[in-house]
């Protein structure tokens, strides 16, 4: 396993990156953009025979260089080489297990150097230790514990400290056709994928094979419960009804990212409807809102539209989305102005209005 612990300079992956290599060079992961995998693959074996090592490579272009390789990306790199038949490894691998399953976890590696061999400790979120390497001792963990939950000094530099978190869930009401690369896209990014829709010859597991769960809406107001604060979702129905039912059901959740799909008088009669349901103020309402849905990233079709909403959840999910489409209270009322709900209660899709 090579595992990406320090950078320097440009780097094309952030520390926490990985690659792991089978015995017949199979592998996966990246640990770069592309330069250092197959020198990595080819020297593996070789390079962990007396145990875990860290390799430094320069990505900076310098014939010069001692340290391989100057292939111009700008930057030096470090990363943890280690075999994959000890504990330590073995504690990895749960960590991840746990983190794919939804649980948080804290990963605490001594790093080899100096003589000293790689160790490592696992903290559950409530700071419970799940593995400890025998050679650290309890003052020591005691110490390395206290700093991770309360913050009071910086770790020693010989600890390489990682903070896994569960793969981003995103919640996608709506199982028509566009929702099928909304499903595609998430799902290549990693993230665990939801679909929920009340009409049940759309919500088939067979439309969506990439996603984690499908399911038929019988009831919004439970059936939506499993929404929490870090998740991501999406409304998409395309029926005004049914939009409405479920916008009033995941509002109070206050989910991280919720986008909503359609146009901006639709929404705004949503939105006003959905307030004086819940009686919150339609300010409250409009700044949980991304309407319109997505980053303006212009094209069209459900694959454009896909990839701008996708676009739009990631830089929500890494805290930098900034100039975000929304709609205010003053365009709310102005739309509302122009007509009542009675336009789309009929079968009307949701991006044919203004």
């Known amino acids: ?29 990246t640990i770069s953009g592309g330069c250092l995998e ?44 280690e075999p994959t038949d000890t504990l330590e490894f073995k504690a990895l691998m749960s960590a991840l297990e746990r983190t794919i399953a939804g649980d948080e976890t804290v990963v605490l590696t001594w790093l080899p150097q100096g003589g000293s061999k790689l160790a490592r400790a696992v903290l559950a979120p409530k700071g419970d230790f799940l593995f400890a390497s ?28 990682e903070r896994l ?25 990693g993230w665990t994928i939801h679909v929920l829709d009340s009409r049940t010859q759309l919500a088939r597991p067979e439309r969506f094979p990439e996603a ?25 129905t395309h029926s ?6 479920l916008l009033a059901a995941v509002l109070p959740l206050r989910p991280k990212y919720l986008g909503l799909l359609g146009a901006r008088h639709r929404t705004s009669l949503l939105i006003s409807e959905v307030a004086a349901k819940l009686r919150c103020s339609i300010e409250e309402c409009c700044e949980q809102i ?10 069209d079709g459900p694959e454009a539209i896909a990839l701008a909403v996708i676009a739009e959840v ?21 739309y509302i102005k122009q007509g009542g709900p009675a336009l789309y209660l009929q079968a009307r899709c949701a991006l044919d209005a203004p």
């Open 314 to 334: 990631h830089a929500a999910r890494t805290g930098e989305l900034v100039n975000s489409r929304k709609l205010s209270p003053e365009d709310v009322e102005n």
């Open 1 to 29: 396993m090579a595992t990406l612990v320090k950078t320097k300079g440009s780097s094309y992956r952030r520390p926490g990156a990985r690659l792991l290599v089978g015995v017949q060079r199979d592998y996966a992961g």
């Open 165 to 189: 978190v569960a793969p981003q869930r995103l919640f996608i009401l709506g199982a028509g056709d566009d929702a099928k690369p909304l499903v595609s896209m998430g799902s290549l990014l």
């Open 240 to 245: 005004y009804e049914q939009d409405r039912d």
């Open 290 to 299: 991304q309407a319109p849905v997505g980053l303006n990233l212009g094209g």
């Open 212 to 236: 984690e769960h499908v399911v038929a809406i019988h009831s919004p107001s439970s059936d939506l419960q499993e929404i929490k604060h870090n998740d991501a979702v999406v409304l998409m």
């Open 38 to 81: 197959a020198e990595l693959i080819r020297r593996a074996a070789w390079l962990v025979r007396e145990g875990a090592v860290i390799e430094r490579y320069s990505t900076e272009f310098d014939d010069t260089a001692e340290i391989p390789y100057g292939l111009g990306c700008g930057g030096v790199v470090d990363l943890l080489l």
């Open 134 to 161: 025998e050679r650290l001792s309890e003052s020591t963990l005691v110490r390395v514990r206290a700093i991770v939950m309360y913050g009071l000094e910086a770790l020693p530099e010989e600890i390489f400290l």
